[in-house]
């Protein structure tokens, strides 16, 4: 169960993610139904290469039963968070920030 909980501002960078039609909702499904860090309000993919991107994801709500509240913690403190999506592979994710001149940051 989600808490009524803000946000807060911390958002999850994905870097090296796989290109694919449904990337969106294997990260979705992965962060809400699996490991259950939280709801998630948005996520944007952008294309770096012929067949990799990276995404933001935009929380709407941490959940602060289980290891969402823990994975937040870590990742305002710089900490880097492997999030296994297909063993043996997993994202490198950390929190976003975004450039406020640019618009967009972590690349």
Do not use: F
């Not at 699996?34 to 993919?45: A, M």
């Amino acid at each position: 169960m989600i808490n009524e909980e803000v946000n807060e501002e911390v958002n999850i960078y994905l870097k090296n993610v796989i290109y694919n039609k449904r990337i969106k909702e294997t990260i979705r499904k992965k962060i809400e139904e699996e490991i259950k860090l939280g709801e998630i309000n948005e996520i944007k993919v952008k294309k770096i290469k012929e067949n990799m991107s990276i995404a933001v994801i935009y929380m709407k709500r941490w959940n602060k039963i289980g290891i969402g509240e823990e994975v937040k913690k870590q990742m305002n403190d710089g900490e880097t968070i492997r999030i296994m999506y297909e063993y043996p592979w997993y994202w490198e994710a950390t929190k976003y920030k975004e450039n406020k001149n640019k618009g967009d940051k972590n690349t």
